[in-house]
């Protein structure tokens, strides 16, 4: 069980907007720790598609955005497209806890 | 382009040993921090172990110390992990991961994965 929590699974039609939670405490998100979030696609190598809460790395669409506030992060996708199907993952760093990196459980989006 | 391919995976009995290697190409390996990560099957991420550029500063998840070791060679550009004692709870595929240099962040995200290689630990 982590302690940042993702719901397991969100889902949206094309051209819509979801948004995926990352909710954490005050020893990780709520103590300013900086969150990062991946696109892994089964069988390939997971990509970073936000770091430092809210920027994008060069060729990431800006469909993609991501937002933190308290203990929440959060990433918003619009104009949702079947190619964003993925499981999306946020990472932190918890004080609590003696490893230095910690990710989301994960959440599966289904585009219907 | 940043290229980071591993190897080295494969079926290995309980108690058994394996050696997994990450070849790095694209970039100044002897710059960037590195790390394994693993996702075993229907889990999430779990962050295993990270070595600095030089070499000299190594950390590693609870769930892997004593049993798991991470190694470099900047000259070969590649970056290991020593996997011994395995256990059933092992099977994973196992990602190597570079970590952001220089970055305002903590921590610093992960720019470039490797696609992985799987190791399956059964009798």
Known sequence: QSVLTQPPSVSGAPGQRVTISCTGSSS???AGYDVHWYQHLPGTAPKLLIYGNSNRPSGVPARFSGSKSGTLASLAISGLQAEDEADYYCQSYDSSLSAPVVFGGGTKLTVL | QVQLVESGGGLVKPGGSLRLSCAA????????????IRQAPGKGLEWLSYISDSGSTINYADSVKGRFTISRDNAKNSLYLQVNSLRAEDTAVYYCAREVVSSNYYPRPFDYWGQGTLVTVSS
Do not use: L, Q
Request: negative net charge; aromatic residues 34%; glycine residues 14%.
């Open chain 1, 28 to 30: 990780n998100i709520g």
């Open chain 2, 25 to 36: 190409s694209g970039f100044t390996f002897s710059d960037y921090y590195m790390n394994w």
